[in-house]
Each structure stands twice: as C-alpha cells, then as structure tokens.
C-alpha cells in the first residue's frame, strides 16, 4: 500500500503512468485502424448489405493473423527497448559485449 500512496505524491509518476496509459490506447487505435484497412481490402471484394460465410471467414482469419503478428513484432519491440535501456544504465551485457 505504500507503493501506491507513494505514486500518488509522486507527480512524476502520475505524469509517466498517463502517458503510458496513453500511449497504449493509441497502439490500440493503430492496431485496429491498420487491421480494418488491411482486412477489408483484402477480404471485402464487393461491399454489400451483408457479409459473406466466406468474407466473415476471411476476416476473422486475417484479424487473427494481423493481431498475432502484432503482438509478436510488439514483444520484440518492448524487449528491445528494455535491452537498450539496461545497457543506458551502466550495463554493458544489453550492448551484446
């Protein structure tokens, strides 16, 4: 609990949690603009009132294809920069020395 109260009186903190928050509703919103562009393009050939079995097929299987390869590239990413900033800190074995 003293983490917590801690984070509260710290500003710095708030500002860096906001920002994180932030940061990933925005990753969320480009996810999901990129995968309805990518999708629709490749899944809806002849837009009409309603879908397909085969276009609901297709756009579920590319949706699951999109976002696993998003989270994977994501993973990477993340590790990367957790690599980087260990090596910022003094550490030479995240420099792959």
Not at 72 to 97: E, L, P, T
């Amino acid at each position: 609990m003293d983490t917590s109260l801690s984070s509260f009186a710290d500003p710095k903190a708030q500002i860096m949690n906001q920002i994180r928050q932030e940061a990933a509703v925005n990753n969320a919103r480009a996810l999901i603009t990129k995968l309805n562009a990518h999708c629709f393009d490749k899944c809806i050939l002849s837009p009409g009132t309603s879908l397909s079995k085969r276009e609901e097929g297709c756009l579920s299987a590319c949706m699951e294809k999109y976002m696993a390869t998003w989270n994977a590239v994501s993973r990477v990413y993340i590790a990367q920069v957790q690599k980087q900033a260990g090596a910022a800190n003094g550490g030479m074995d995240g420099m792959g020395i």
